[in-house]
């Protein structure tokens, strides 16, 4: 898949995804987690969304047009049900614009459906981290041109997980993020988890119901 006029980065990484692959095959039909460091640093990924089958596929300081890149290598092979989303608050360090950003993810989508056309993408929240706050209108911006996209299409959806990193007087809640204002700390995962893991267990429940494998 072809990705923006940009340097693409983490080529390492993907290798070392495909090696592991080789030396251990992953199932096919699973829940597969994909983006940036938010997901990547997830550990307990597999123990926080149990019993899902989940697949980590996140890696480094992604940006949307490097997942783009790299998706016919760590996202369609293993055929997923579900896939999870994160990624675009890299891309805005870098310059990039919240359309640059919804533009890349509407071509990730667009080629996992055009692959898959029965499974379910949900775009999980940029989060509004403390080291971010010069740009959060940015990110606020991203966020609802995508949740706007979609709602009302079939087959994406968009979680936000914001809420659980506020208080209720809309202050950051600092003690669930690293030193760095911008990585999490283990509750930081478990307050996600109880937002995204009820979504990704419908989607599941759905795909186990309905549709034949593809």
């Not at 983006?35 to 940006?63: H, K, Q």
């Not at 805005?92 to 055009?114: L, P, Q």
Request: aromatic share 14%; with cysteine.
């Amino acid at each position: 898949m072809s990705a923006p006029q940009q340097e693409i980065r983490f080529q390492k990484e993907i290798a070392d995804f495909e090696a592991k692959d080789k030396r251990r095959p992953q199932p096919r039909g699973i829940i597969l987690f994909t983006g940036s460091s938010i997901f990547r640093f997830w550990t307990s990924l597999e123990r926080d969304m149990y019993p899902l089958p989940v697949l980590n596929r996140a890696f480094g300081g992604a940006r949307t047009w490097e997942v783009l890149h790299y998706m016919d290598r760590i996202v369609l092979p293993y055929k997923p049900k579900t896939i999870a989303y994160y990624c675009g608050s890299n891309d805005i360090n870098f310059g990039a614009s919240t359309e640059d950003i919804f533009r890349c993810f509407k071509k990730f989508a667009d080629r996992a459906h055009e692959v898959l056309p029965k499974t379910n993408i949900f775009f999980v929240s940029i989060i509004k981290a403390p080291q971010k706050k010069d740009v959060w209108d940015a990110i606020d911006t991203a966020n609802d041109k995508i949740k706007t996209y979609c709602n009302p299409a079939a087959g994406l959806g968009f979680i936000d997980v914001n809420p659980s990193f506020f208080t209720s007087q809309n202050h950051s809640r600092g003690e669930l993020y690293m030193d760095d204002g911008l990585h999490f700390k283990p509750e930081a995962y478990r307050e996600m988890a109880r937002i995204v893991k009820p979504v990704l267990e419908r989607s599941w429940q759905e795909a186990k119901d309905g549709t034949a494998e593809e």
